[in-house]
């Protein structure tokens, strides 16, 4: 159980276009996913909480026109990068939570690679 | 929200235990310990959480003593496998406080 998924895995795209991410919970509902961002040999960076049918919450420092969060229903959060620049490229990993079973534990997808030109 | 620290890197030989120990001094009544494993490219995966004392499941051990203000991770007979970055998190359920990740500890197991 506690499976979390994230399309594509890993995605290349030109300077400029707009990528989209999706993270899915596929056996639990999960009001709250959470989005992070990790570069090479670093630790994960929150970037932005999303709340299923509100707006996301966003850490300091994330611009909130740039990476769209959208979190429609409880099953499915998207991260939009728009715009995407190089310095763009990154690991984009979600993670869900089981508000039914475990508040305190967070399940992570496994991670988005994306690449910008 | 509460600090943790954690050394950079370990190493290790098959066979061994290992234990990690991550302080979080300033650590709150309502927080949960958790830890987690990170291999390259993938995304982490819960290991073991706690409140207090001793918790044991079947891949690891976590001892918290009494005070809270530390824990350790304590994995038996590690293998190649585990090679990985090993992060703790303390916090609570309330809104974005368990989720800041520190450097983690990467651990190297050696034949």
């Known amino acids: 159980g506690a499976v979390v998924s994230q399309h594509p895995s890993r995605v290349i795209c030109k300077s400029g276009t707009s990528v989209k991410i999706e993270c899915r919970s596929l056996d639990f509902q999960a009001t709250t996913m959470f989005w992070y961002r990790q570069f090479p040999k670093q630790s994960l960076m929150l970037m932005a909480t999303s709340n299923e049918g509100s707006k996301a919450t966003y850490e300091q420092g994330v611009e909130k026109d740039k990476f769209l969060i959208n979190h429609a229903s409880l099953t499915l959060s998207t991260l939009t990068v728009t715009s995407a620049h190089p310095e763009d490229s990154s690991f984009y990993i979600c993670?869900?939570?089981?508000?039914?079973?475990?508040?305190?534990?967070?399940?992570f997808g496994p991670g988005t690679r994306l690449l910008v030109l | 929200l509460a600090k943790t620290t954690q050394p950079i890197s370990m190493d290790s030989y098959e066979g061994q235990e290992v234990n990690i120990t991550c302080s979080h001094n300033?650590?709150?009544?309502?927080?949960?310990i958790t830890w987690y494993q990170q291999f390259p490219s993938q995304g982490p995966r819960f290991i073991i959480q706690g409140y207090k004392t001793k918790v044991t499941n079947e891949v690891a051990s976590l001892f918290i003593p009494a005070d809270r203000k530390s824990s350790t991770l304590s994995l038996p007979r590690v293998s190649l496998s585990d090679t990985a970055v090993y992060y703790c998190?303390?916090?609570?359920?309330?809104?974005?406080?368990?989720?800041?990740f520190g450097p983690g500890t990467r651990l190297s197991v050696l034949p």
């Open positions: 993670s869900a939570r089981d508000t039914d079973r475990d508040r305190e534990t967070q399940y």
């Open positions: 998190l303390v916090g609570d359920d309330n809104y974005g406080q368990n989720f800041v």
């Open positions: 300033n650590i709150a009544t309502n927080d949960y």
